[in-house]
């Protein structure tokens, strides 16, 4: 039973800035923008998440507010690379995948570099703690599992239905998808195709260096050049995933992070299992086998997506 509950409780804190990164993604990609510098950008947010609360008060306590001004750091340092990725991909029309990389290793290399040279080694900070609801914490099962996180936690998670909200309610909305599935018509109706492509990758950058900045405040408390972890690509790949829709991706990030959190479980209430280097391997083998056998991802993707789009020639 302890098990099933901490896998549980776990799956809720730790799928977060995942969820929160690939819901930034797909907000890139419904706008016909295919962004594989994810990583890059949630390891700068990661840094400034860390940065300010340790310049404020070192490894102590520190005011909320500072820790809030940590996360909005890192949403901010994010919207940067989202935009500076944009200049790239929508102004020059550089592949976009290639450019990718190249922003995933900048922002991996700069984090790095500016880490070394103003912290210099690993150092921890108390970053933002859990605080369990009055009463409904106590509710048995439900009440840890769902009432025992700090408030970040819930406030990221009412962004799902605000994702969806946005994509499919709102008039900037329907722009973005219009860009991203049949730009020339977009444009033909007056619509500034490169600038809501800027807005999205903008939008989308700044979830992806809160979700980095995440990571450091409230689940790591403290930054290392591995951080990240691969969660930029599996962000990317959710979006597939999911299909391109807030909630798919939303229980997607779930499914993911139960794996992953499983095989650490499992290591610790049943040290005597011999195979945990499969559990190691099944969170990502379970994301190839979904990406492989869900064949209809493609048909239901933007038909523009990862095509630059020049208002004066026909591409």
Known sequence: MDLILNTLTLTIRFSVALMIASMGEMFNQKAGIFNLGCEGIMTMGAFLGLLIPFSYGGAGSVPFGINLLGLLSGAAAGALMGLLFGIIVITFRAPQGIAGIGLQMFGVGLAGTLFRSYIGGSQSITGITAYPIPVLSKIPVVGQILFTHNPI??????????????????PWGMKV????????????LGINVSRVRYQSLALGGAMAGFAGAFLTLCQAKMFTAEIINGRGFIAVALVYFGQWHPVKIFLGALLFTFAQVLQTQIQIFVPSFQYYEFLTMLPYILVIVVLAFNKESNKLGPAALGKPFNREMRI
Request: proline fraction near 7%.
């Open 153 to 170: 936690i819930y406030i990221c998670y009412a962004l799902v239905p605000l994702a969806w909200f946005i994509i499919y309610k709102t």
């Open 177 to 188: 998808r219009a860009v991203g599935t049949h730009p020339r018509a977009a444009d033909s």
